[in-house]
């Protein structure tokens, strides 16, 4: 994908002489995904944009972004990155803060803007199972820890992030309201009965690999991931119960290149436009409420807004304070 | 493998007068691409990170001794040099009867064999990685095949574990064993094994106190070269191994990547590169420089 660009770059260039064409960089993880972002954002933001091509580049790589920003020449532009990350980097002066002059911030979801970040998507942690590994369907984050009942492996995701902590809390029988402050040594406690039979993905393709070959039988998915599954055929089934919403969140590095270009596509991409027609791709919930009026009705009904009964919001503002020690512990107790 | 230690030069000390000591430099100009090379892409960004590892958070040594006195971190080296172990093990005991197997074949089926090893060796590390994953995996053709012959109930724990990293790596170190081993095997004169025979060795007798001594030095230089190889080794761990068979590379991957602790992550690969030097300076003390190289062309 990258190659075909460069070259039509390379050959625009050619072309045009090298003052007309002007190249930004948006990454982000790869996959169906940003196949998905590109063809919802990238490709009508140059087409809008005359003498602008949008480059892919990825995965994201928090190092690399660090890296780039301490040397003075971030190659990225426009970075898909993790909420909690996000926050975090704006702390550390990683990222330039967003110019809503440009970018319409009344139009967004507040639970998904900052004044350093803006929504890219958002989705869901949902109980996925593949259908044909146990007679009964798991219908609770309690059933993720009951190997009797849904016997094989459970897949987790690997990194520290919001999501497993919370549901093993959840299926102990922590409430919703109480969930903050995590109660970490009650967590580990519950992931610790099922240690032995956790398999960790660590990126979005994986986890589709292990549930659709049935390497495991169940475990925490991101909802777009298993809807894929699911437009392909693959057996697999969704409990929507105390899904809990998380999202990504759209960055400029610190010293970005192409700056002011970078605020116009973080307009484009949050435009109900934008997030429309990324939902339709991805089955991720779009950030702007607007976009819902230009979505079909199948599309709609995919969406991790339409569960919101029992519907959970990971708290990234706690998550974003504690990320540190949180991802000493987990790694730590993973590595045991 | 002609050269042994003694016909080193030692210590870089001019062997005959001063004049042909001069004449040694005079290719000097010729390495220095190379050596500007390293220098800006090796040297210099090593020696970044490793300034870091004192620098951050704070000046001073405190991630050292957090790296050294925390157990998840004891737990990563102990690890590191377990896999290590086995993996060097492994691919002796697996190696050396085929590198005994290529010193004695005709040319022409040693050619042949050679070519099979090699290719292995040239194929795409991340392609043979995935090509273990999924014969090992839980769904994989080992557990399927052997359900089926019904050996076995429940699949075998064959990845995610030690097993499945030691499984992927001995494989993927087998030549750099191989090698070095067989340049050694050759050296050795036939005669010598049936000159044991006549003098009454069975035929273990004869391996153990003629061919095996003979071929130690082979042993060590490929068992040094595996050794430290599989030390800094990333990709086969981080697909076949779980997360609690975490090795040194997969620790500095994540401490740079994933938590941005570049004082930790500088630290950690500090240790790494002091260990594979000290491994580096015994082979060099025991073997002389120049063998692992010679043997390795072999």
Redesign the interface.
């Known amino acids: 994908m990258r190659t075909k660009l460069i070259l039509g770059t390379a050959m625009a260039l050619f072309a045009a002489g090298p003052a007309l064409a002007e190249d930004m960089v948006f990454t982000s993880w790869g996959g169906t995904t940003q196949d998905a972002q590109q063809e919802a954002w990238a490709v009508p933001f140059a087409a809008d944009h005359a003498g602008v091509n949008v480059l892919m580049d990825g995965p994201t ?4 972004l ?1 890296a780039m920003v301490e040397a003075g020449s971030p190659v990225w532009d426009v970075v898909d990155v993790e909420y909690d990350f996000a926050v975090q980097a704006a702390k ?1 002066g990683l990222v330039e803060p967003v110019d809503f002059n440009v970018v319409d911030r009344k139009a967004i979801d507040p639970r998904f803007v900052t004044d350093h970040a803006v929504g890219s998507f958002y989705y869901s942690f949902v109980l996925g199972y593949n259908e044909g590994a146990s007679s009964e369907p798991p219908a609770s984050w309690a059933d993720v820890f009951d190997t009797d009942k849904h016997p094989g ?1 459970r897949a987790f995701y ?3 992030a919001p999501g497993a902590l919370e549901i093993a809390l959840l299926a102990d029988g922590v409430a919703p309201k109480d969930l903050y402050p995590l109660d970490l040594d009650r967590a580990f406690a519950k992931l610790d009965a099922i240690k032995g039979d956790i ?2 993905w660590g990126s979005g393709a994986e986890s589709q690999q292990l549930l659709a ?3 495991a039988s169940l475990g925490q998915f991101w909802n777009g991931r298993l809807y894929a599954l699911q437009q392909e055929g693959a057996p697999v089934g969704i409990s929507w119960a105390q899904n809990l919403t998380a999202a990504d969140m759209l960055v400029v590095p610190k010293g970005a290149k192409h700056k002011d270009l970078a605020m116009q596509f973080l307009a484009r991409a949050t435009s109900p436009e934008g997030q429309a027609k990324l939902a339709e791709l991805t089955a991720y919930a779009p950030v702007t409420p607007a976009a819902q009026k230009l979505m079909d009705e199948a599309t709609v009904k995919g969406l991790p807004d339409q569960h919101t009964e029992g519907q959970i919001d990971l708290d990234m503002a706690y998550w974003a304070d504690h990320r ?1 020690e949180i ?1 000493d512990r987990w ?2 107790w ?3 | 493998m002609a050269h042994g230690p003694s016909t080193m030069p030692a210590h870089g000390l001019p062997a005959a007068g001063r004049a042909p000591s001069l004449r040694r430099w005079d290719g000097l100009g010729y390495v220095l691409p190379a050596f500007l090379l390293l220098a800006f892409f090796f040297v210099l960004p090593v020696v970044a990170l490793l300034l870091r590892s004192v620098l951050e958070p704070t000046p001073g040594l405190e991630n050292f001794a957090k790296l050294l006195t ?3 971190y004891a ?2 080296f102990l690890n590191t040099f377990t896999v290590a172990g086995v993996v060097t093990l492994a691919s002796l005991l697996a190696g050396f009867p085929v590198a005994w197997l290529l010193a004695v074949l005709p040319g022409r089926w040693a050619a042949f064999l050679f070519g099979v090893i090699l290719l292995s060796m040239w194929t795409n590390l991340l392609a043979r990685t995935y090509a273990w994953m999924v014969l090992l ?3 994989g053709v080992i557990n399927r095949a052997l359900m089926d012959v019904g050996l076995i109930d429940a699949p075998l724990p064959l990845i ?1 574990n030690l097993a499945g990293v030691t499984i992927g790596m001995t494989y993927i170190m087998l030549p750099f064993v191989i090698l070095p081993l067989h340049a050694t095997l050759r050296a050795i004169d036939p005669a010598v094994l049936q000159a044991a025979s006549l003098c009454g060795a069975n035929r273990w007798q004869a391996f153990r106190r003629v061919l095996l001594p003979l071929s130690l030095p082979g042993v060590a230089a490929g068992s040094l070269m595996v050794f430290v190889m599989s030390l800094g080794y990333f990709v086969t761990p981080a697909l076949l191994g ?3 068979t ?1 090795m040194l590379a997969e620790l500095i991957a ?1 401490l ?5 602790d ?1 004082g930790m992550g500088g630290a950690a690969a500090f240790v790494l590169l002091v260990v594979t030097l000290a491994l580096y300076a015994l082979q060099v003390r025991f073997l002389g420089s120049g063998r692992m190289t010679a043997g390795g062309a072999g």
């Open positions: 790589d928090y190092g690399k660090k550390e492996k690997k990194w520290s398999v960790w070959s049935g390497e540190g991802a790694y730590a993973q590595a045991q | 925390t157990p998840t737990q990563v995996q839980r769904t995610r779980g997360a609690s975490m994540q740079v990547q994933s938590l941005l570049w």
